[in-house]
C-alpha cells in the first residue's frame, strides 16, 4: 500500500503533470510539421482583436489551414478535462470565431457531440504520453497500477492524418 502512494505521489507531483503538459503541446506542434495546418499563435485569448476577458483561460494554440482556424486544447492528463473548464473552452472558441479542437487521452462520449455541434474535432490519444527519460516511471505506473500511460517521441502519423481528412471534407 506504501508503495502504492508513493507511486502516486511521484506521478502526480504537480511539476511533473506540468511537464506532461508541456510534451502533450509539444507532441502536437510537432505532428502539425507533417501537415498544411500553420500554429498562428500560442496561449490564445485574443483573436483577430476579440479578446477573451471572462475568465483566466486561454486556449494552447491557434492554427489555421485554408482559412479555417482552430482554438486547440491539449489535455495529457489521465482524468477528463473538468467540465466547467470544457465548457469554458466551447465558450471561448464561439466567441473568439474559431473552431474548437481537443486533443486529450479520453474524453466522456457528451462531450463529443458538443464539439461538433461547435464545428470542431476531437484527437483521442488514449494513452497519457509521457516524455522519454521517464520510461522507467511510466513502466511502473503501466505495471503496478494499470492505467493508460505510454512513452512516445512524437504522435503517430495516422492521427494527425485523420484530422486532416475530416478538415477536407468539412471546408
Not at 55 to 72: A, C, K, P
Not at 98 to 127: A, D, K, Q
Request: hydrophobic share 40%; net charge neutral.
Amino acid at each position: 500500500m506504501a508503495e502504492t502512494l508513493a507511486l502516486i505521489r511521484e506521478f502526480s507531483d504537480p511539476l511533473f503533470t506540468r511537464a506532461l503538459g508541456h510534451h502533450g503541446e509539444l507532441l502536437f506542434e510537432s505532428a502539425l510539421a507533417s501537415t498544411e495546418f500553420r500554429v498562428e499563435q500560442r496561449k490564445v485569448r485574443k483573436v483577430d482583436g476579440r479578446e477573451w476577458n471572462e475568465t483566466e483561460h486561454d486556449m494552447d494554440f491557434l492554427i489555421s489551414n485554408q482559412g479555417v482556424r482552430y482554438g486547440v486544447e491539449i489535455k495529457n492528463q489521465l482524468s477528463y478535462i473538468d467540465q466547467t473548464e470544457f465548457q469554458i473552452k466551447l465558450k471561448m472558441c464561439k466567441f473568439l470565431g474559431v473552431r474548437p479542437f481537443f486533443c486529450v487521452r479520453m474524453m466522456p462520449s457528451n462531450y463529443f457531440s458538443e464539439i461538433i455541434e461547435g464545428g470542431g474535432f476531437c484527437l483521442v490519444t488514449e494513452n497519457q504520453n509521457y516524455p522519454v527519460l521517464a520510461a522507467a516511471l511510466a513502466k511502473r505506473v503501466r505495471d503496478q497500477l494499470g492505467l493508460p500511460v505510454a512513452v512516445i517521441e512524437r504522435m503517430p502519423d495516422s492521427a494527425m492524418r485523420r484530422f486532416e481528412k475530416w478538415h477536407a471534407r468539412t471546408v
